[in-house]
Structures are given as structure tokens and as C-alpha cells.
């Protein structure tokens, strides 16, 4: 069955999104009425209008399905999989760094505590697996549904791997190399972006090269994705990015600071240095930092570095030769509204 361009609107595809997680996370009876607010607290579906993120994973593995099979309905329950997974890992992610906000909201561990936060955490990545349950009732194979939940399975644990990287690495001043953090965005981020659209070609065909060019280019998608997200945290603008581009006054050591650490003469290294290593660094010391990684040329690597993922992307997408054009079309738009190197 051939999806219509207007039946792949993103608005839509959201939508049907949210109603396959609200299936799940509804309550279920008085006496954890508590945790499944929690849950949808979190995910922006508590229905005060909050945000809950781009949905951004699961459109991007309805659309890798409807490119190849059509009708994207049949995908839903991976869908909702992966977006339980992701925002799964952002409530473990907000406690481990101390996160107060998330979406403009407090975060979870901050309203509820740690102990009933990792609790909601951990339930959510248990619903991630049960939806995909719902994929046997629609008809799909034991088989195919076993692949699957391996994919899903082999994801989290590489999700895992890379928190360990970051974590490891924030907690020592010495500056990760750029090889080290490429490994770990790897694991963070492109992993579950390109396991989001490699399921969704899973689920539409049995052709092994097609599911090979989706999952390529699923995962030079998240590296462009989390590469390009960094370049916007220092020069972005605040209305394109709708958030302030702070990671300088943070202090965080995105992919622009590790390659200045890396690339910088002695004196302008030993000078990055000591502004690092102040509390809180004022407005002129930030400014001088970004002209710092200017001058090394950190911003053009890094744009440059988006741009080839983001390319790389698209080529292995139209190598695949089964991708409809409404799909096309709407993959498109989401890697140029998100990717703006």
C-alpha cells in the first residue's frame, strides 16, 4: 500500500506516535497512579500542553518503514519503543549530571526524588519492550519480532557503554581526543538513531543490502545530528535553536573544544586551559574562549564534520533505490531542520 504525501505529515506521524505510548502508559490501577503521571509527566503527555521533545527517533523510523512499505501504521509499536527507550536514558541522564531542567520543565529527580526517578526510568525501559509485543498481534513474525527486540536490546546496552565514556571522562580534567569522542557519540547518540531506522526497514523488508543502506544511514545521521548540535551549543542562535547557546559558559568539552585542545599552539592551549579551569567563567572569558577555537579553527572543522555526515547520510539513503518519493520528501525535511551546518 502506496502512503499519500499529505497521510506523511509530520504532525500526523507525531500524533499516531503519542497515541501508541499513551496505550502503555496509562494508569493501570489506583495504587501506581503516582508512577505513571511521573511517566507521562516526563515524556509531555500529562496534557498541560508541555513540550515533549521532536519525537525526532520515531519519525525517523516511521518514515525509514513508509519509504519502503507504505502504510507507516504497522511501524507504530517500534515507534513508541523507541521513544520510551530514549526518554528512558534522559531521566537516568538528568540525575547522573545533576540536570534541574529539562524542555523548560524540572526535571523528575528534582520533583520526585532520586529513588522514585531511577524507579520511573527503569519502568520506562521495560514499556519500551512491551510495545514491541504488539508487533506479533499485527502480524509481523516471531522471527522478525526476535531481531528486533535484539536490535533494541544491543542499542541499550551501547547507550549504556557511552554514558560510561562520558562519565568516566567528566570526572577527570584531562581533555577526552577527538578518536575517544567520536567512539562515544557513537554509542549515545547515532547508535539509537540509526537502530530507530534500521528497525523501521526491518520491519518493511526481508532485502538484508536495503536494511544495510537504512542502518547506514541511520548512523551517519546521528553522528551530523549530535555533531551539529554541538557546533549550535556555542553558535547557535537562541531563537533558530530554542536554547541558549551555552555549552562555553558551562564549560562542556563538545567536539569544537576537544579538536582546539588538540589542535591549539602551546599558548593558546595553555591559555584554554586556564580559563577551564575557572568556576564560572564571565562574559569575557567566554568570549575569549570562543575566539580561541575560532583561531585554531574549531568552527569550520566542526561545520565541516556535520556537513560530511549529513551528506554521507543522504548518499547511502538514495543507495538504498527503494525509498518513495513522499518519504524521501519528508526525511529530507527533517535532517535539514535539524542538521543547519
Not at 525501559?125 to 509481523?140: E, M, N, P, Y
Not at 551539529?228 to 562542556?252: F, R, Y
Request: glycine share 8%.
Amino acid at each position: 500500500m502506496t502512503t499519500a504525501t499529505h497521510e506523511l505529515d509530520l504532525g500526523t506521524l507525531i500524533a499516531d506516535t503519542e497515541a501508541e505510548i499513551s496505550r502503555l502508559v496509562g494508569d493501570r490501577d489506583p495504587s501506581t497512579r503516582g508512577l505513571y503521571e511521573m511517566i507521562r509527566y516526563h515524556l509531555g503527555l500529562d496534557g498541560t500542553g508541555s513540550s515533549g521533545g521532536k519525537r525526532m527517533r520515531p519519525l525517523l523510523g516511521l518514515l525509514a518503514y513508509a519509504s519502503i512499505a507504505g502504510d507507516h501504521r504497522a511501524a507504530l509499536p517500534g515507534a513508541a519503543a523507541v521513544e520510551l527507550g530514549h526518554n528512558f536514558s534522559l531521566v537516568h541522564d538528568d540525575i547522573e549530571d545533576g540536570d534541574t531542567e529539562r524542555r523548560h520543565r524540572a526535571t523528575l529527580w528534582t520533583l520526585h526524588g532520586i529513588p522514585q526517578a531511577v524507579n520511573t526510568g527503569d519502568a520506562m525501559f521495560t514499556l519500551s519492550r512491551i510495545a514491541l509485543h504488539r508487533l506479533t498481534d499485527l502480524g509481523f513474525s516471531d522471527a522478525k519480532v526476535l531481531r528486533l527486540m535484539r536490535l533494541y536490546d544491543e542499542t541499550c546496552l551501547r547507550l549504556c557503554e557511552g554514558q560510561y565514556i562520558d562519565i568516566g571522562t567528566s570526572e577527570h580534567d584531562a581533555t577526552m581526543s577527538v578518536e575517544l569522542y567520536f567512539d562515544m557519540i557513537g554509542r549515545k547518540t547515532a547508535a539509537l538513531i540509526a537502530a530507530s531506522i534500521e528497525a523501521g526497514a526491518l520491519l518493511a523488508t526481508d532485502d538484508e543490502e536495503v536494511i544495510g543502506r537504512y542502518r547506514g544511514f541511520g548512523w551517519a545521521l546521528g553522528l551530523a545530528f549530535q555533531i551539529n548540535d554541538d557546533l549550535l551549543g556555542i553558535w547557535g542562535a537562541e531563537q533558530a535553536t530554542g536554547k541558549e547557546p551555552s555549552d562555553v559558559a558551562h564549560k562542556k568539552k563538545t567536539l569544537p573544544v576537544i579538536y582546539a585542545f588538540e589542535h591549539a599552539s602551546a599558548e593558546d592551549r595553555a591559555r584554554l586551559e586556564a580559563l577551564y579551569a575557572l568556576d564560572e567563567p564571565g562574559v569575557a572569558e567566554v568570549a575569549e574562549i570562543v575566539a580561541i577555537l575560532e583561531r585554531v579553527g574549531a568552527r569550520d572543522y566542526t561545520r565541516d564534520q556535520a556537513r560530511r555526515y549529513r551528506d554521507e547520510a543522504l548518499a547511502e539513503l538514495d543507495a538504498a533505490g527503494v525509498v518513495q518519493p513522499a518519504a524521501r520528501a519528508r526525511l529530507e525535511e527533517i535532517i535539514v531542520s535539524v542538521i543547519s551546518a
